[in-house]
């Protein structure tokens, strides 16, 4: 199966095989695949998240630009990117305040043609230079005539193509168009940074910078249950109290969720559930588990819609009934933990280092500070036996 061509079940294989990417500042989950060219570092990207022509992505450590047109399908976006074998420096005062500037850029003797896919010769002592669109505001500030140190040569702005152009449609790739240039003693080949005459002037942009966060990426579901997503949605440090969401299942028939979040478990199995705010997305894996016949009882955070515990924190858990109203009828519950099918090697011991705190229908568990994993924490009574699977994490995992 060609899982770029294919988009049978994406979301669970971008959840499955996907890979943590940066594009324009924003991670994201993506499928990379390579492109068959000897050559030329290419990759094709594919995700679920909206992203442009001339857009900087981060992966395995090196800056790329999407140069290809963007194809979306439904709600999947693919694309080809190109790796950047080059910075173009120079001093600026951004925001009043001086600072050396980097645009990521691809350089060749000749440069790709977006509109014909072929290479085009350059003459002579001339580079082509490819940037993004998204660099738009630092490309913007060089003048004709900039001069620019690359690989111990000087080179001065020949001219700037297609800068129009993307302005009008907000993305693509810009060609800056370089000479050879002669060096002078003000030029420093020590930190490869040319002396030029005018220093640029940039004013950074205070543009939208959209989040989403769910408080858990797993959540266990019995059949014809419901479960309530909760987000976090913010632009930028602002949080969004009524954000519009859109929500995307993998699988209908194991699980149904409407326009508010509420999950409905339909099926045992699993799926996942794409999240979007604005340009960003967020995905939740959803396990429906089988209906325990004469269970009463269901084990709950004492602090939300919770299944997980932050490397180093406290958790209160509690029985609770079924329809998650408290137990006022005097039922005493004996709390254990046990190891859980997911990871065979960590045992819970490893995970939980305390249970304190401990009441007739509620305990509280200390995470360790430095093993993740899964594990089940038991309520027993009697004959009563219920389970929880809770996991512990990092402050910044999702």
Excluded: H
């Amino acid at each position: 199966m060609n899982i770029f061509n294919d988009d049978s079940n994406f979301v669970y294989l971008l959840n499955a095989m996907g890979q943590k990417i940066v594009i324009n500042n924003i991670e994201v989950q993506a499928l990379i695949s390579n492109q068959k060219d000897k050559t030329i570092d290419y990759k094709k990207i594919k995700t679920i998240v909206p992203y442009n022509t001339g857009d900087i992505v981060e992966f395995q450590g090196y800056k790329w630009i999407i140069i290809s047109e963007v194809v979306k399908t439904n709600t999947i976006y693919k694309a080809i990117m190109r790796k950047c074998n080059n910075l173009l420096r120079y001093k600026a005062k951004v925001d009043g305040i001086d600072r050396v500037i980097s645009i990521n850029s691809i350089i060749d003797k000749g440069t790709l043609s977006i509109a014909e896919g072929k290479y085009i010769s350059t003459i002579g002592n001339e580079l082509s230079c490819q940037v993004g669109y998204s660099q738009l505001n630092i490309i913007k500030a060089v003048p004709l005539g900039f001069r620019f140190i690359l690989n111990g040569t000087l080179w001065s702005v020949l001219g700037i193509d297609n800068i129009s152009s993307v302005v009008n449609e907000e993305q693509g790739v810009i060609i800056i168009k370089l000479k050879s240039d002669v060096s002078g003693v003000d030029d420093n080949f020590t930190t490869g940074l040319a002396f030029n005459s005018v220093t640029p002037v940039i004013t950074t942009p205070i543009g939208n910078n959209f989040t989403i966060e769910l408080p858990t990426t797993i959540t266990y579901i019995e059949q014809n249950k419901t479960f309530q997503i909760e987000t976090i949605c913010r632009n930028n440090s602002t949080v969004i109290t009524t954000p519009a969401l859109t929500f995307v299942v993998s699988d209908t028939t194991i699980c149904s969720v409407d326009t508010t979040g509420l999950i409905t478990g339909i099926k045992v199995g699993t799926t996942a559930i794409t999240v979007k705010f604005e340009n960003v997305a967020a995905i939740l894996n959803v396990n429906i588990t089988a209906v325990i016949v004469g269970a009463t009882y269901q084990i709950v955070s004492s602090t939300g819609s919770y299944d997980y515990i932050n490397l180093s924190a406290l958790r209160t858990w509690k029985c609770v009934n079924n329809d998650l109203t408290a137990i006022t009828t005097g039922e005493v519950f004996t709390f254990t933990l046990e190891q859980s099918s997911l990871n065979p090697t960590i045992t819970s011991q490893m995970l939980i280092i305390l249970i304190d705190n401990i009441l007739p229908t509620s305990c509280r568990l200390n995470a360790n500070t430095s093993v993740k994993g899964s594990f089940l924490l038991v309520a027993t009574m009697g004959s009563t036996v219920i389970k929880k699977q809770i996991r512990i994490k990092g402050l910044t995992d999702l």
